[in-house]
Structure formats: structure tokens, C-alpha cells
């Protein structure tokens, strides 16, 4: 691995962890093991090697955004046809996000990252919208118009698209205090199925199309 690549992967959790301007470029040195100049060397300074954090996150998740891209490209044609193939549509997608972000290997701090990113509109606010996020909320979004006969720009859309990752993704950065409330030591594979089943029945209500039989 280049000294980038590890400046990238040892500040990738400290941002995360600590407020920008908490974290030192000794402290990110130190951590992967190179020196100091190569900070400025490969990004100029710290405000490029977080950028470049961000690209690397974007790029991370092209697979998985790929692979849903995809699917959901199928999805919203084959949801014309009947709400019972709306419902596995939707089971399918929430069962996919689920899966992703409580695998094993999961990186955390990259979600812990972005939030903070989101939440504060840092620096890299527009990158990680127009790279990820958009993309992410306007595929779901083009499902959803879909299955409610609405135009897929439409505020309540955008909302309802947005509900809807919102409530799949929290269950990575919400692990401790849903394993807690539901007294899970952690998410086994049985404790996931009660997630997806769980969750697949809760998105089938916001959209209208839970079986009633």
C-alpha cells in the first residue's frame, strides 16, 4: 500500500471520530506509519487529504450503489405490473441495504464520517451529496413515484425516498442501542431477518401496499 493510501485509511477513522480541527496531521501521520511530510507531499495539506477521504468513500460504494442502481432499474418497470411485485421489490431493496451495512467487515466510521459531513455542511458536503447521497435518494425515489402514481420530484417523493434509507441505514449507526432495546448481544443472522422482515413490513405501510389479506 502507497504512503496516500494509508494517510487516506488511518484519517479516514480520526475524522470520523473527532472533529476536523481536533485532529493533527502528527496524529494522522503517526497512525499510518509515515512521515509527516507526506501530508503536504500527496495532498498539499489537511484539508486535501480529507477531500481525499471523501473520494475514496465515494469510491468505495460504487459497487454496492452499482449494484442497486441496477436492480432498482428493473424494479421500477416490473412495479407497474401488480403491488405484490412492489412488495418484493421493496423486500429485495431493503434486505440488499440491510445486508451491506451490517456485513461483517463493515467499515462504520465511513456512515459515522458522512453524517458528520451532512450534519455540520462541512467542506465536503456537495461532494458527498452529488457523488453518493443524490444518487442513492433519486434511484429509490424513481421506485417510490412509481408505486404511489406521483412525479418523482415532488417534495412528498424526495420525503418518502428519503424516510426510507434513513430508516435502513440507521440500524449501522444505531446497532448498540437497537441491540440493547431488543436485548440482541448483536445482529446474528436470525436477529437480521428481524430487521429486514421487520423493516420490508414498516416501508410496505408508508407506501400503502402492506397486505391487508
Known amino acids: 500500500m502507497s504512503a496516500a493510501d494509508r494517510l487516506i485509511e488511518a484519517a479516514g477513522p480520526l475524522f470520523a471520530d473527532q472533529p476536523f480541527n481536533a485532529v493533527s496531521t502528527r496524529e494522522i501521520a503517526k497512525a499510518a506509519g509515515v512521515n509527516l511530510s507526506a501530508i503536504s507531499y500527496h495532498f498539499g495539506n489537511k484539508e486535501g487529504l480529507y477531500e481525499a477521504v471523501f473520494h475514496r468513500i465515494i469510491e468505495d460504494l460504487a459497487p454496492a450503489r452499482n449494484n442497486i442502481k441496477s436492480f432498482l432499474e428493473g424494479g421500477v418497470i416490473a412495479a407497474k ?54 444518487i442513492m435518494h433519486d434511484m429509490v425515489g424513481k421506485l ?59 416501508v410496505f405501510s408508508i407506501l400503502g401496499i402492506a397486505d391487508r389479506s
Open 81 to 134: 405490473g401488480s403491488v405484490a411485485m412492489q412488495r418484493e421489490i421493496v423486500s429485495t431493496f431493503v434486505s440488499a441495504i440491510i445486508d451491506a451495512i451490517t456485513e461483517g467487515d463493515r467499515p462504520k466510521w465511513r456512515m459515522q464520517l458522512i453524517v458528520r459531513e451532512i450534519h455540520g455542511e462541512g467542506p465536503c458536503f456537495k461532494l458527498v451529496m452529488q457523488g453518493h447521497i443524490e
Open 144 to 202: 417510490v413515484a412509481v408505486i404511489l402514481k406521483e412525479d418523482a420530484e415532488t417534495p412528498r417523493v424526495k420525503l418518502i425516498a428519503h424516510s426510507i434509507l434513513a430508516l435502513c441505514l440507521q440500524y449501522a449507526l444505531n446497532e448498540a442501542l437497537i441491540s440493547y432495546r431488543l436485548g440482541w448481544p448483536s445482529y446474528g443472522p436470525d436477529e437480521k431477518e428481524i430487521l429486514k422482515k421487520e423493516t420490508s413490513g414498516i
